[in-house]
Nanobody
């Protein structure tokens, strides 16, 4: 079985920073893609940033220049550094990964971590 465990998140004032981490564990053969999504009540979950096994990264326009995604392949981890946070970044952030495991390939989600930006 594959699991994604997130850490980080919390409460921060506008302009502040947070760091989210996500670690994958289980019967993993390879991780094809890792990314972060976020969701606010009443809205669809949206992609924030992702990184492919090739090293290519992509970001939502709303976070470009403020957020940075990085992957540690040796630890099956992905980190999202959130800088210059704005109130509109408030959401539940979810880690997502497309993983090839011993029993097949699938998409997996973390449990979500709350990020609140407020003065």
């Amino acid at each position: 079985q594959v699991q994604l465990v997130e850490s980080g998140g919390g409460f921060v004032q506008p302009g502040g920073s947070l760091r989210l981490s996500c670690a994958a564990s289980g019967s993993i053969l390879s991780i094809l893609r890792m990314g972060w999504y976020r969701q606010v009540p009443g809205k669809q979950r949206e992609l924030v940033a992702d990184t492919m096994s090739s090293g290519n990264t992509s970001y939502a326009n709303s976070v470009k220049g403020r957020f940075t995604i990085a992957r540690d392949n040796t630890k099956n981890m992905v980190v999202l550094q959130l800088n210059s946070l704005k109130p509109e970044d408030t959401a539940v952030y979810y880690c997502n990964a497309r993983i090839a495991a011993i029993y097949g390939t699938g998409d997996y989600w973390g449990q979500g971590t709350q990020v609140t930006v407020s003065s």
